[in-house]
Protein backbone atom coordinates (compact mmCIF):
# COMPACT_ATOMS: atom_id res chain seq x y z
CA UNK A 1 0.00 0.00 0.00
CA UNK A 2 0.92 3.28 -0.61
CA UNK A 3 2.70 6.23 1.51
CA UNK A 4 0.57 9.28 0.82
CA UNK A 5 2.14 12.84 2.37
CA UNK A 6 -0.17 13.53 5.65
CA UNK A 7 -1.02 17.06 4.24
CA UNK A 8 -3.32 16.05 1.69
CA UNK A 9 -6.51 16.72 2.51
CA UNK A 10 -7.85 12.97 4.38
CA UNK A 11 -10.69 12.38 1.77
CA UNK A 12 -7.59 12.66 -0.97
CA UNK A 13 -5.52 10.19 1.09
CA UNK A 14 -8.24 7.95 1.28
CA UNK A 15 -8.90 7.72 -2.30
CA UNK A 16 -5.59 7.25 -3.08
CA UNK A 17 -4.82 4.76 -1.18
CA UNK A 18 -8.32 2.70 -2.68
CA UNK A 19 -7.32 3.52 -5.97
CA UNK A 20 -3.62 2.27 -5.29
CA UNK A 21 -5.68 -1.33 -3.68
CA UNK A 22 -7.53 -1.32 -7.43
CA UNK A 23 -4.85 -1.08 -9.81
CA UNK A 24 -3.02 -3.88 -7.72
CA UNK A 25 -6.26 -6.05 -8.33
CA UNK A 26 -6.18 -6.99 -11.80
CA UNK A 27 -9.58 -6.30 -13.04
CA UNK A 28 -9.48 -7.23 -17.01
CA UNK A 29 -13.25 -6.31 -18.21
CA UNK A 30 -15.67 -9.84 -17.17
CA UNK A 31 -12.98 -10.46 -14.62
CA UNK A 32 -13.88 -7.82 -12.32
CA UNK A 33 -14.77 -9.81 -9.23
CA UNK A 34 -11.35 -9.70 -7.20
CA UNK A 35 -11.65 -5.52 -7.53
CA UNK A 36 -15.45 -5.68 -6.51
CA UNK A 37 -14.63 -7.05 -3.62
CA UNK A 38 -11.94 -4.77 -2.92
CA UNK A 39 -14.57 -1.84 -3.47
CA UNK A 40 -17.29 -3.87 -1.29
CA UNK A 41 -14.75 -4.04 1.74
CA UNK A 42 -13.76 -0.41 1.56
CA UNK A 43 -17.54 0.79 1.68
CA UNK A 44 -18.87 -1.63 4.36
CA UNK A 45 -15.87 -0.71 6.33
CA UNK A 46 -17.17 2.79 6.28
CA UNK A 47 -20.81 1.73 7.88
CA UNK A 48 -21.95 1.51 4.39
CA UNK A 49 -24.71 -1.31 3.61
CA UNK A 50 -23.72 -3.29 0.71
CA UNK A 51 -25.32 -4.91 -2.43
CA UNK A 52 -23.90 -6.99 -5.36
CA UNK A 53 -25.36 -8.50 -8.44
CA UNK A 54 -22.80 -10.31 -10.80
CA UNK A 55 -19.96 -8.23 -10.16
CA UNK A 56 -21.77 -5.17 -9.70
CA UNK A 57 -21.89 -2.81 -6.58
CA UNK A 58 -23.69 -0.26 -5.41
CA UNK A 59 -25.21 1.33 -1.89
CA UNK A 60 -28.01 3.94 -1.12
CA UNK A 61 -27.46 7.13 0.98
CA UNK A 62 -28.60 6.38 4.22
CA UNK A 63 -32.10 8.32 4.62
CA UNK A 64 -33.22 7.11 0.92
CA UNK A 65 -36.66 8.41 0.69
CA UNK A 66 -38.78 7.12 -2.26
CA UNK A 67 -40.61 10.85 -2.38
CA UNK A 68 -37.18 11.99 -3.22
CA UNK A 69 -35.77 12.43 -6.97
CA UNK A 70 -32.87 10.29 -7.15
CA UNK A 71 -29.28 10.99 -8.17
CA UNK A 72 -26.96 7.92 -9.66
CA UNK A 73 -22.80 8.24 -9.21
CA UNK A 74 -21.70 5.48 -11.56
CA UNK A 75 -18.55 4.58 -12.63
CA UNK A 76 -16.80 1.04 -13.91
CA UNK A 77 -14.17 -1.33 -12.15
CA UNK A 78 -12.51 -2.92 -15.39
CA UNK A 79 -10.35 -2.10 -17.36
CA UNK A 80 -8.67 -2.74 -21.00
CA UNK A 81 -5.36 -5.43 -21.17
CA UNK A 82 -2.08 -2.94 -20.66
CA UNK A 83 -0.49 -1.97 -23.36
CA UNK A 84 2.42 -3.79 -24.40
CA UNK A 85 4.82 -0.92 -24.28
CA UNK A 86 4.50 -0.09 -20.78
CA UNK A 87 7.75 0.75 -18.82
CA UNK A 88 6.33 0.77 -15.59
CA UNK A 89 4.45 -2.75 -13.84
CA UNK A 90 0.50 -1.90 -14.80
CA UNK A 91 -0.48 -4.25 -11.37
CA UNK A 92 1.99 -1.28 -9.23
CA UNK A 93 0.83 1.45 -8.12
CA UNK A 94 3.80 4.20 -7.53
CA UNK A 95 3.35 7.75 -7.39
CA UNK A 96 6.36 9.76 -9.17
CA UNK A 97 6.17 13.40 -9.24
CA UNK A 98 2.50 13.87 -8.27
CA UNK A 99 1.26 11.10 -10.55
CA UNK A 100 -0.51 7.70 -9.51
CA UNK A 101 0.79 5.38 -12.09
CA UNK A 102 -1.21 1.92 -12.61
CA UNK A 103 -3.27 0.34 -15.17
CA UNK A 104 -6.92 1.78 -14.58
CA UNK A 105 -5.51 4.89 -12.70
CA UNK A 106 -6.94 7.40 -15.11
CA UNK A 107 -9.51 5.49 -16.85
CA UNK A 108 -11.66 5.01 -14.73
CA UNK A 109 -9.94 4.24 -11.38
CA UNK A 110 -9.57 7.83 -10.57
CA UNK A 111 -13.11 9.65 -11.36
CA UNK A 112 -15.15 5.81 -9.22
CA UNK A 113 -12.71 6.53 -6.32
CA UNK A 114 -13.84 10.42 -6.15
CA UNK A 115 -17.02 9.36 -6.52
CA UNK A 116 -16.41 6.79 -3.74
CA UNK A 117 -15.64 10.04 -1.15
CA UNK A 118 -17.99 12.01 -2.59
CA UNK A 119 -20.78 9.62 -1.84
CA UNK A 120 -19.32 8.82 1.37
CA UNK A 121 -19.36 12.69 2.23
CA UNK A 122 -22.87 12.52 1.61
CA UNK A 123 -24.52 9.27 2.51
CA UNK A 124 -25.97 9.89 6.34
CA UNK A 125 -26.75 13.51 5.61
CA UNK A 126 -30.55 13.39 6.69
CA UNK A 127 -31.92 16.15 5.05
CA UNK A 128 -30.37 15.92 1.86
CA UNK A 129 -32.80 17.18 -0.98
CA UNK A 130 -32.42 13.59 -2.91
CA UNK A 131 -31.50 10.19 -2.78
CA UNK A 132 -27.91 8.98 -3.62
CA UNK A 133 -26.96 5.73 -5.75
CA UNK A 134 -23.51 4.75 -5.53
CA UNK A 135 -22.85 2.05 -8.56
CA UNK A 136 -19.52 0.37 -9.56
CA UNK A 137 -19.89 -1.37 -12.39
CA UNK A 138 -18.60 -3.81 -14.95
CA UNK A 139 -17.57 -4.89 -18.67
CA UNK A 140 -17.70 -1.09 -19.69
CA UNK A 141 -15.01 -1.59 -21.59
CA UNK A 142 -16.67 -4.33 -23.68
CA UNK A 143 -20.35 -2.49 -23.34
CA UNK A 144 -21.20 -5.97 -21.75
CA UNK A 145 -24.80 -6.87 -20.71
CA UNK A 146 -23.95 -7.76 -17.78
CA UNK A 147 -22.38 -4.08 -16.53
CA UNK A 148 -24.92 -1.27 -15.82
CA UNK A 149 -26.91 -2.11 -18.25
CA UNK A 150 -28.06 -5.34 -16.26
CA UNK A 151 -27.93 -3.74 -12.94
CA UNK A 152 -30.83 -0.02 -14.09
CA UNK A 153 -33.71 -1.96 -13.75
CA UNK A 154 -33.12 -3.26 -10.34
CA UNK A 155 -31.81 0.47 -9.12
CA UNK A 156 -35.40 1.74 -9.85
CA UNK A 157 -36.11 5.36 -10.99
CA UNK A 158 -33.60 7.54 -11.82
CA UNK A 159 -33.61 11.02 -12.06
CA UNK A 160 -29.94 12.38 -12.69
CA UNK A 161 -26.40 10.33 -13.53
CA UNK A 162 -23.28 11.72 -12.72
CA UNK A 163 -20.89 9.15 -14.86
CA UNK A 164 -17.66 9.07 -13.84
CA UNK A 165 -14.79 9.57 -16.62
CA UNK A 166 -11.65 11.45 -17.06
CA UNK A 167 -12.99 14.64 -18.46
CA UNK A 168 -10.18 16.81 -16.73
CA UNK A 169 -13.49 17.85 -14.93
CA UNK A 170 -14.98 20.10 -17.70
CA UNK A 171 -18.11 18.65 -18.22
CA UNK A 172 -19.88 16.96 -21.09
CA UNK A 173 -23.29 17.83 -21.39
CA UNK A 174 -23.71 14.95 -24.44
CA UNK A 175 -22.01 12.34 -26.17
CA UNK A 176 -21.83 10.31 -29.15
CA UNK A 177 -23.65 6.89 -29.82
CA UNK A 178 -22.78 3.96 -31.91
CA UNK A 179 -23.97 2.17 -34.87
CA UNK A 180 -22.20 -0.72 -36.32
CA UNK A 181 -23.87 -1.64 -39.46
CA UNK A 182 -22.98 -5.26 -41.64
CA UNK A 183 -23.92 -3.90 -45.68
CA UNK A 184 -24.03 -6.07 -48.46
CA UNK A 185 -24.27 -4.81 -52.20
CA UNK A 186 -25.45 -7.60 -54.29
CA UNK A 187 -24.69 -7.80 -58.20
CA UNK A 188 -24.63 -11.23 -60.54
CA UNK A 189 -21.39 -13.10 -61.12
CA UNK A 190 -20.01 -13.50 -64.73
CA UNK A 191 -16.57 -14.27 -66.28
CA UNK A 192 -13.90 -11.01 -65.77
CA UNK A 193 -12.93 -11.89 -69.49
CA UNK A 194 -16.67 -11.29 -71.17
CA UNK A 195 -18.96 -8.65 -70.04
CA UNK A 196 -21.54 -10.12 -68.30
CA UNK A 197 -22.19 -9.77 -64.70
CA UNK A 198 -23.31 -7.17 -62.41
CA UNK A 199 -19.94 -6.10 -60.04
CA UNK A 200 -21.04 -5.79 -57.08
CA UNK A 201 -17.94 -3.99 -55.96
CA UNK A 202 -19.20 -1.30 -58.17
CA UNK A 203 -22.48 -1.00 -56.60
CA UNK A 204 -20.73 -1.06 -53.38
CA UNK A 205 -18.49 1.66 -54.47
CA UNK A 206 -21.71 3.97 -55.75
CA UNK A 207 -23.42 2.76 -52.51
CA UNK A 208 -20.65 4.34 -50.45
CA UNK A 209 -19.98 7.25 -52.24
CA UNK A 210 -23.53 7.98 -51.53
CA UNK A 211 -23.02 7.72 -47.64
CA UNK A 212 -19.74 9.68 -48.19
CA UNK A 213 -22.00 12.78 -49.25
CA UNK A 214 -25.07 12.48 -47.36
CA UNK A 215 -25.61 14.80 -44.82
CA UNK A 216 -28.64 14.20 -41.83
CA UNK A 217 -30.92 17.50 -41.89
CA UNK A 218 -30.33 18.03 -38.35
CA UNK A 219 -26.86 18.52 -36.35
CA UNK A 220 -26.13 18.82 -32.41
CA UNK A 221 -25.20 22.12 -30.92
CA UNK A 222 -22.22 19.96 -28.81
CA UNK A 223 -21.73 17.30 -31.02
CA UNK A 224 -21.93 18.29 -34.15
CA UNK A 225 -22.87 15.99 -37.76
CA UNK A 226 -23.45 12.72 -37.37
CA UNK A 227 -19.98 11.02 -38.19
CA UNK A 228 -20.41 7.89 -40.88
CA UNK A 229 -17.43 5.84 -41.83
CA UNK A 230 -16.56 2.68 -43.87
CA UNK A 231 -13.98 0.53 -42.01
CA UNK A 232 -13.80 -3.03 -43.58
CA UNK A 233 -14.78 -4.38 -46.62
CA UNK A 234 -14.38 -7.80 -48.46
CA UNK A 235 -15.76 -8.98 -51.61
CA UNK A 236 -14.15 -11.20 -54.63
CA UNK A 237 -13.27 -15.56 -54.45
CA UNK A 238 -10.93 -15.01 -57.52
CA UNK A 239 -9.50 -13.13 -60.33
CA UNK A 240 -11.31 -13.84 -62.95
CA UNK A 241 -14.67 -14.13 -61.47
CA UNK A 242 -17.35 -11.06 -61.35
CA UNK A 243 -17.87 -10.88 -57.67
CA UNK A 244 -21.59 -11.47 -57.25
CA UNK A 245 -21.60 -9.67 -53.44
CA UNK A 246 -19.50 -7.19 -51.35
CA UNK A 247 -19.18 -6.33 -47.70
CA UNK A 248 -18.76 -3.57 -46.09
CA UNK A 249 -18.72 -2.21 -42.76
CA UNK A 250 -20.14 0.81 -41.53
CA UNK A 251 -19.68 2.61 -38.56
CA UNK A 252 -21.59 5.85 -36.97
CA UNK A 253 -21.29 8.31 -34.25
CA UNK A 254 -24.58 9.26 -33.77
CA UNK A 255 -25.83 12.21 -31.86
CA UNK A 256 -28.31 13.53 -29.75
CA UNK A 257 -30.09 14.95 -32.61
CA UNK A 258 -31.54 11.62 -33.49
CA UNK A 259 -32.01 8.00 -31.96
CA UNK A 260 -30.08 5.49 -32.88
CA UNK A 261 -33.79 3.83 -34.82
CA UNK A 262 -34.32 6.95 -36.96
CA UNK A 263 -30.72 7.18 -37.89
CA UNK A 264 -31.11 3.47 -39.34
CA UNK A 265 -34.34 4.46 -40.92
CA UNK A 266 -33.04 7.18 -42.75
CA UNK A 267 -29.98 5.65 -43.88
CA UNK A 268 -32.31 2.51 -44.91
CA UNK A 269 -34.23 5.09 -47.72
CA UNK A 270 -31.12 6.64 -48.80
CA UNK A 271 -28.82 3.94 -50.17
CA UNK A 272 -29.29 0.43 -52.00
CA UNK A 273 -27.52 -2.18 -49.99
CA UNK A 274 -29.00 -4.69 -47.32
CA UNK A 275 -27.54 -4.09 -43.95
CA UNK A 276 -28.42 -4.89 -40.84
CA UNK A 277 -27.45 -2.91 -37.54
CA UNK A 278 -25.42 -5.16 -34.89
CA UNK A 279 -27.40 -3.17 -32.23
CA UNK A 280 -29.65 -0.09 -31.38
CA UNK A 281 -28.14 0.06 -27.56
CA UNK A 282 -25.65 2.68 -27.70
CA UNK A 283 -27.67 5.77 -27.84
CA UNK A 284 -26.48 9.27 -28.05
CA UNK A 285 -27.00 11.52 -24.96
CA UNK A 286 -27.45 14.58 -24.00
CA UNK A 287 -28.67 17.23 -20.97
CA UNK A 288 -30.73 20.49 -21.22
CA UNK A 289 -28.50 23.37 -21.15
CA UNK A 290 -30.83 24.56 -18.39
CA UNK A 291 -31.19 21.51 -15.81
CA UNK A 292 -29.93 22.73 -12.20
CA UNK A 293 -26.97 20.29 -12.67
CA UNK A 294 -25.49 22.35 -15.77
CA UNK A 295 -26.89 25.80 -14.07
CA UNK A 296 -24.75 24.47 -11.05
CA UNK A 297 -21.95 23.55 -12.97
CA UNK A 298 -21.48 27.23 -15.03
CA UNK A 299 -21.50 28.59 -11.82
CA UNK A 300 -18.35 26.91 -10.73
CA UNK A 301 -17.03 27.42 -13.78
CA UNK A 302 -16.85 24.10 -15.38
CA UNK A 303 -16.58 24.19 -19.28
CA UNK A 304 -19.35 22.77 -20.97
CA UNK A 305 -18.46 20.11 -23.85
CA UNK A 306 -19.75 17.75 -25.87
CA UNK A 307 -17.65 14.09 -25.92
CA UNK A 308 -16.81 11.87 -28.79
CA UNK A 309 -15.94 8.90 -26.89
CA UNK A 310 -18.66 6.52 -25.64
CA UNK A 311 -18.99 5.50 -21.52
CA UNK A 312 -22.03 3.61 -19.59
CA UNK A 313 -24.08 6.83 -20.45
CA UNK A 314 -25.17 5.36 -23.69
CA UNK A 315 -27.05 3.27 -21.85
CA UNK A 316 -29.17 5.45 -19.63
CA UNK A 317 -32.68 6.63 -20.67
CA UNK A 318 -32.28 9.49 -18.40
CA UNK A 319 -30.87 12.85 -18.20
CA UNK A 320 -26.88 12.05 -17.29
CA UNK A 321 -23.90 14.42 -17.29
CA UNK A 322 -19.93 12.87 -17.65
CA UNK A 323 -17.52 14.26 -16.06
CA UNK A 324 -14.58 13.56 -13.72
CA UNK A 325 -10.84 13.92 -12.79
CA UNK A 326 -8.16 12.56 -14.94
CA UNK A 327 -7.41 13.10 -19.23
CA UNK A 328 -9.59 10.67 -21.85
CA UNK A 329 -6.26 11.20 -23.77
CA UNK A 330 -4.02 9.44 -21.27
CA UNK A 331 -6.88 6.53 -21.05
CA UNK A 332 -5.19 3.01 -22.56
CA UNK A 333 -2.01 4.27 -22.93
CA UNK A 334 1.62 2.60 -21.63
CA UNK A 335 2.45 4.04 -18.48
CA UNK A 336 -1.26 5.20 -17.60
CA UNK A 337 -1.31 8.16 -15.05
CA UNK A 338 -3.51 10.00 -12.87
CA UNK A 339 -2.04 13.09 -10.97
CA UNK A 340 -3.22 12.82 -6.90
CA UNK A 341 -3.99 16.69 -7.01
CA UNK A 342 -6.39 15.78 -10.04
CA UNK A 343 -8.06 13.35 -7.20
CA UNK A 344 -8.35 15.98 -4.77
CA UNK A 345 -9.91 18.39 -7.38
CA UNK A 346 -12.07 15.99 -8.49
CA UNK A 347 -13.63 15.00 -5.00
CA UNK A 348 -13.99 18.85 -3.81
CA UNK A 349 -16.07 19.49 -7.20
CA UNK A 350 -18.25 17.00 -7.29
CA UNK A 351 -19.17 17.61 -3.35
CA UNK A 352 -19.40 21.90 -4.77
CA UNK A 353 -22.06 20.30 -7.76
CA UNK A 354 -24.21 18.29 -5.38
CA UNK A 355 -24.08 20.42 -2.10
CA UNK A 356 -27.81 21.56 -2.19
CA UNK A 357 -29.06 20.69 -5.69
CA UNK A 358 -32.53 20.72 -6.26
CA UNK A 359 -33.53 18.52 -9.07
Same mark, same amino acid.
Given at each position: ?????????????????????????????????????????????????????????????????? %????????????????????????????????????????????????????????????????????????? %? %???????????????????????? %???????????????????????????????????????????????????????????????????????????????????????????????????????????????????????????????????????????????????????????????????????????????????????????????????
Amino acid at each position: MLEIDASYHRYTREAVALLAAMIETQSFSREEENVARVVRIFLEEKGVEVQQQGNNIWALSKYFSD %EKPTILLNSHIDTVKPAKTYTLDPFKAQIIDGKLHGLGSNDAGGPLVSLILTFLNFHAQENLPYNLILAATAE %E %EVSGANGVASLLPVLGKIDLAIVG %EPTLMDMAIAEKGLIVIDCEAKGLSGHAARDEGVNAIYKALTEIEKLKNYQFEKESDYLGPIKKTVTLIEAGTQHNVVPDSCKFVLDVRTTDAYSNQEVVEILAREIDVEFKPRSLRLNSSGISNTHPIVLRGDHLGMKKYGSPTMSDQALMPFDSIKIGPGDSARSHTADEFIYVDEIEKGIQLYIQLLDGLEI
